[in-house]
């Protein structure tokens, strides 16, 4: 039996919520979560076509080769604002426009397997990283022009998050929409 779609096909694992604290435990989940994120991301993709890379991941959505290369270069952002987190004190990010960012030549002419790639490397060098930090370097902060201040758990916390969503993402279209279009 297929499951139902959730009841906002946006957010199928539902929003991220940020919170001031994580303990210790919730800190490893993140860091395994993002660790093992290129692999499932590998596996979703395997099997698809370059029909299913055109066609949108949910209607209104971007396209299932979009959604890679915005995975690609969401988390190349993560570890640099990681990294800028750990170096400089208090740095204010630079946010940038992911509509636009998909719409360039890499994002919609590329193979989505270029960003998987990409994806696996970078999550090599950030899961290191995060690995690598004690509790209070988690604690150190950067400033988000969209978000507010953030700690780099809460930073972690939300790169977690959101390749999980997406992969919900690339689930909910292989089980639903490529499905439906036999």
């Keep these: 039996m297929t499951p139902s779609l959730p009841s906002d096909p946006r957010y199928p694992i539902g929003r991220f919520v940020r919170r ?3 303990a210790d435990a919730d800190r490893a989940a993140h860091v395994a979560r993002i660790a ?24 209104g959505g971007w ?27 208090e ?20 193979s989505p397997h270029v960003s998987v790639a990409l994806i696996a490397a970078t999550h090599i060098r950030l899961h290191t990283v995060l690995v690598s930090m004690r509790a209070e370097q988690f604690a150190r902060r950067l ?8 700690t780099l758990d809460q930073v972690a916390a939300m790169y977690a998050w959101h390749g999980d969503h997406h ?11 490529r499905a439906a279009r036999g």
């Design 91 to 110: 740095p204010t990010i630079k946010p940038y426009d992911q509509d636009a960012w998909v719409q360039l030549a890499d994002a919609s002419t590329l």
């Design 143 to 150: 400033v988000h022009p969209e978000n507010g201040v953030m």
């Design 36 to 59: 093992a994120q290129p692999g499932t991301l590998a596996a979703m993709l395997d099997g698809l076509d370059e029909h299913d890379f055109t066609a949108p991941y949910r209607p």
């Design 63 to 89: 396209t299932v080769g979009q959604l890679v290369h915005h995975l690609a270069d969401s988390h190349l952002n993560a570890y640099i604002r990681v990294k800028l987190g750990l170096t400089e004190q």
């Design 20 to 22: 001031d604290v994580y």
């Design 167 to 177: 992969l919900a993402h690339l689930e909910q279209y292989r089980t639903h929409y």
